[in-house]
């Protein structure tokens, strides 16, 4: 899937506060090497950089490299083709790994932590957000239930991200420790129409997958039944939406 496609801005500046927290939970210094996986728009990339870090920026889209590369003016920043299973980086090479629910898209957990321990130093961070099970889940889960309906697509077990005992077991043969800390993110749009036109039907994966669902005819009933998931919990008295979204951010040490 291409993360270029639609508008993927208005999710980026709904996941900049936890962007905030990754860097701040990374104790960045000035000068360390520090690798953005999956950088999207640049949230967490241009922040490292801000705070004096050499900033190297891994992003699959090339749309949203342009994005990063316009953004970073005469920040000391270098935005890459890549993905978690495959940095164009040498060994040992970063001091801070970071990425902003992004390798947890990676269709292969194992392989892109090896990837990232490949190219941390002997001694470094790597710092992860994912979400845990909540509403972003179950709204995705609507969308994604009828994509397999339509397509006979079969459904795997995804990886737990959001669970420090399975990242472990992923980042222990690394010589990793890690640990994990459960925060909140409220995602606001102005009303459920505003939230399904601008972080759905706009958003890379509702380009990739509502075309799907038009053609089989279900479009309007997984319309309703995301905009009523909606409805019934996280709309406030001036009908504005307010989803909270708990999510986990994980510390790998080594
Ligand atoms: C939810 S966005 C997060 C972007 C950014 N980190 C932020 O804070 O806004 C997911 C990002 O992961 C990227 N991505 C998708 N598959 C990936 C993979 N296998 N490895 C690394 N990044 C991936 C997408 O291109 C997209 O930029």
């Given at each position: 899937?291409d993360w270029g496609?639609?508008?993927?801005?208005?999710?980026?500046?709904?996941?900049?506060?936890?962007?905030?927290?990754?860097?701040?939970?990374?104790?960045?210094?000035?000068?360390?090497?520090?690798v953005d996986v999956g950088a999207g728009?640049?949230?967490?990339a241009?922040?490292?950089?801000?705070?004096?870090?050499?900033?190297t920026a891994v992003e699959p889209a090339a749309r949203l490299r342009e994005v990063i590369a316009?953004?970073?003016?005469?920040?000391?920043?270098t935005v890459v083709a890549g993905n978690a299973a495959s940095i164009p980086l040498?060994?040992?090479?970063?001091?801070?790994?970071?990425?902003?629910?992004a390798?947890?898209?990676?269709?292969?957990?194992?392989?892109?932590?090896?990837?990232?321990?490949?190219?941390?130093?002997?001694?470094?961070?790597?710092?992860?957000?994912?979400?845990?099970?909540?509403?972003?889940?179950?709204?995705?889960?609507?969308?994604?239930?009828?994509?397999?309906?339509?397509?006979?697509?079969?459904?795997?077990?995804?990886?737990?991200?959001?669970?420090?005992?399975?990242?472990?077991?992923?980042?222990?043969?690394?010589?990793?420790?890690?640990?994990?800390?459960?925060?909140?993110?409220?995602?606001?749009?102005?009303?459920?129409?505003?939230?399904?036109?601008?972080?759905?039907?706009?958003?890379?994966?509702?380009?990739?997958?509502?075309?799907?669902?038009?053609?089989?005819?279900?479009?309007?009933?997984?319309?309703?039944?995301?905009?009523?998931?909606?409805?019934?919990?996280?709309?406030?008295?001036?009908?504005?939406?307010?989803?909270?979204?708990?999510?986990?951010?994980?510390?790998?040490?080594?």
């Open positions: 899937m496609k639609g508008s993927y801005e208005p999710t980026a500046a709904d996941l900049l506060p936890a962007a905030r927290e990754l860097v701040t939970a990374a104790n960045i210094r000035p000068g360390e090497h520090v728009t640049g949230n967490v241009l922040l490292a950089a801000d705070l004096g870090a050499r900033v316009e953004t970073a003016l005469d920040r000391d920043l040498p060994d040992s090479s970063a001091d801070v790994i970071l990425s902003n629910f390798v947890i898209f990676a269709p292969d957990p194992a392989a892109a932590i090896a990837e990232l321990a490949r190219v941390a130093k002997p001694a470094s961070r790597i710092l992860l957000t994912s979400w845990q099970p909540g509403v972003l889940s179950q709204l995705v889960g609507v969308i994604l239930a009828a994509v397999r309906e339509v397509t006979g697509g079969a459904l795997g077990t995804p990886f737990k991200w959001h669970d420090p005992t399975a990242l472990s077991e992923l980042l222990d043969p690394h010589a990793f420790a890690v640990s994990g800390t459960t925060l909140e993110l409220d995602i606001v749009a102005a009303s459920a129409e505003d939230y399904w036109e601008t972080r759905i039907a706009a958003h890379p994966l509702g380009i990739e997958t509502l075309p799907l669902l038009e053609q089989a005819g279900r479009l309007d009933e997984v319309r309703k039944r995301v905009l009523q998931t909606i409805a019934d919990d996280w709309i406030t008295s001036t009908g504005q939406v307010r989803l909270k979204a708990q999510y986990l951010l994980a510390t790998a040490v080594r």
